[in-house]
């Protein structure tokens, strides 16, 4: 499983790359978070974690690994979209008023 390797170290350069470039920005003074950015991020981490424990409790599902992979994913959208409506994040608030007036 050599590819999981790589993964994690693009995801981790990745988290270094952004607070490296967060850090220099806020350093000049170019990038503030206001309050409601904060809170906007601690509801996205929030939906993210509720994500996350409920994909590994479902993960010991005994089926198809590919069918499982699906049903995973699908249940992970369902969730993380369900709690960031019920969290009322305004950015996808936003993306679900632009998709279905085009619809």
């Known amino acids: 499983m050599p590819h999981l390797g790589l993964a994690l170290a ?3 350069s990745g988290w270094i790359n952004a ?3 967060f850090v220099k920005l ?4 170019e990038f503030t978070l206001h309050q409601d950015m904060k809170s906007q991020i601690i509801k996205i981490v929030i939906c993210s974690i509720i994500m996350f424990f409920t994909i590994l409790t479902l993960d010991v599902l005994e089926i198809n690994k590919y069918f499982k992979l699906f049903i995973l994913v699908a249940i992970g959208i369902v969730i ?3 709690f ?3 969290m009322k994040i305004e950015i996808f ?3 679900i ?3 279905t007036k085009r619809a």
């Open 26 to 29: 806020r350093n000049t003074k």
């Open 84 to 86: 960031a409506k019920i």
């Open 80 to 82: 993380y979209f369900t």
């Open 19 to 21: 607070t490296y470039l």
């Open 93 to 95: 608030s936003f993306l």
């Open 10 to 12: 693009t995801s981790i």
């Open 97 to 99: 008023r632009k998709i």
